[in-house]
């Protein structure tokens, strides 16, 4: 077992975990309220649903990966390890800049679809809010099982991992549906984003290393530095921090240059807007008609 992509696979699984869970509980909670707790049958089929779609999309994805050989895997896993970066640095933002409303926009949504009174509207808003965290989840654990290249052993630690955060995930859910106070939600996703963040960098410049490895980039091939002999990056170095710093960071003993810059320039500019003071919103604009405050 491979600590280091355990790690990143835990924390992926429990960041994703949690906005699913979060999403549920949102909606079980309002049904509960509003004396519709009859139809939480529907919303699981939805949720079921939404993560079955979004293992298959997972598998198919991995299986199609172990079929393929040299260099088309190496084009196959660094676009999988690209596709899974831009995923989860969309998937922060959005995040960041929409969790403020999303109780409000579900709540809206359940009263649609209870106002309509088709027999699947509360399956599909289910499964539409689960599915989208589902895919991302997959994207990204594919980008790190394919980073993960000790013969499967850091592919397995990841999903081991990504099952664990999720349990743990579950059960911060139903803490959330009681209405008890488990987390501080803000400072926890604030603070698991910065940790992908930091992961999806090392997806990053893994992802420029197989495009050297399969001769699609020439420029900047030559090792930056090389302190193999102080801190292996490499499993069979056996060296516990320098696997841990390599899953988790990227962390390359002896890297390119373009590796090397590929990912101090994503980290660094990611990380400065995702940390930047976000603006508050815009005051709405008074009706003429309206008296003015203080009038």
């Given amino acids: ?25 949102i ?16 919303i699981w089929l939805g949720t079921g649903a939404a993560l079955a779609l979004s293992a298959a999309v ?8 172990g079929g393929l050989t040299s260099p088309a895997e190496e084009y196959f896993e660094g676009s999988a390890m690209l596709l899974a970066a831009a995923v989860v640095t969309w998937m922060l933002f959005w995040m960041r800049r929409t969790a403020a409303n999303i ?19 509360l399956s599909i808003l289910a499964f539409t809010a689960v599915v989208r965290e589902g895919i991302e989840t997959s994207l990204f654990l594919l980008g790190q099982a394919a980073a993960a290249t000790t013969e499967h052993v850091g592919a397995a630690s990841t999903l081991v991992g990504a099952l664990i955060g999720i349990l743990v995930a579950v059960l911060l859910g139903y803490g959330f549906y009681r209405g008890a106070r488990v987390i501080n939600l803000a ?28 001769g ?28 841990l710093l390599r899953s988790v960071f990227g962390y390359s003993s002896a890297p390119e240059w373009t590796t090397l810059l590929t ?23 008074i009706s003429s008609s309206q008296p003015a405050p203080g009038a």
Wanted: no cysteine.
């Fill in 187 to 214: 400072r926890f996703f604030r603070w698991t984003g910065v940790a992908l963040i930091f992961i999806a960098g090392g997806l990053v410049s893994h992802a420029a290393h197989e495009f050297i490895d399969a």
């Fill in 263 to 285: 990912w101090v320039v994503y980290v660094a500019s990611v990380l400065t807007l995702y940390l930047r003071p976000m603006k508050p919103p815009a005051p709405a604009p």
């Fill in 216 to 243: 699609l980039i020439n420029v900047g091939t030559a090792t930056a530095f090389d302190i193999t002999a102080f801190l292996p990056s490499e499993p069979e170095g056996g060296n516990l921090l320098g696997q």
């Fill in 27 to 42: 909606i079980l909670a309002y049904l509960a309220r509003t004396g519709n707790a009859r139809r939480f049958g529907r």
């Fill in 1 to 25: 077992m491979d600590f280091g992509f355990l790690t990143t696979g835990l924390l992926t699984g429990l960041r994703e975990g949690v906005e699913a869970a979060l999403i549920v509980s």
């Fill in 103 to 121: 109780k409000g926009e579900l709540h809206a949504g359940v009263d649609r679809a209870l106002t309509d009174g088709s027999v699947w509207a």
């Fill in 58 to 65: 997972g598998a198919v994805l991995w299986f199609s990966i």
